[in-house]
């Protein structure tokens, strides 16, 4: 027997995304990229685009915390290569501002040199802000 899939549909998308967003700004930033990434593999449409810089992000800092720099570096500057084209704003979300909070959050990891043990001021750690756009 077969047990039937749930269908996709903008409902759930709705509900994953949020429980998602709630887990990033609760600073749950490992347990998000789970939930997005669940529902990353299973959009086809722009929304995975902006899924996947915001999955990025979620890690960048995951990795910031952990003292992975250089992972940290890396996803930083992939998450905002790929939120770029989307700004200000996309699938309820204002990246405009997730961007600045990014780049304050993440600006010890850019200046560092190598050898340097940046850190993390859990101060400049984004949240994420919905929008009307």
């Known amino acids: 027997m077969t047990i039937p ?3 996709f549909n903008d409902e759930i998308f709705n509900k994953e995304f949020e429980e998602g967003l709630a887990l ?3 600073k749950s ?3 998000c990229h789970e ?3 669940a529902l990353w ?3 086809s449409d722009d929304r995975a685009h902006v899924l996947k810089g915001l999955l990025q992000a979620a890690i960048a800092i995951h990795h910031f915390r952990r003292h992975n720099f250089e992972g940290a570096r890396k996803l930083y500057e992939g998450q ?3 939120l770029a084209p989307s700004l200000p704003a996309a699938i309820g979300v204002d990246l405009a501002r997730f961007a600045r909070e990014m780049d304050a959050c993440c600006a010890p990891l850019r200046l560092a040199i190598s050898g340097d043990a940046p850190r993390l001021d859990i101060n400049k750690i984004p949240t994420i802000h919905k929008t009307n756009i």
């Open 24 to 26: 990033f700004n609760e």
């Open 29 to 31: 930033f490992f347990e």
């Open 41 to 43: 593999m299973r959009v």
């Open 35 to 37: 939930v997005w990434e």
């Open 5 to 7: 899939t749930e269908e």
């Open 80 to 82: 905002k290569r790929i």
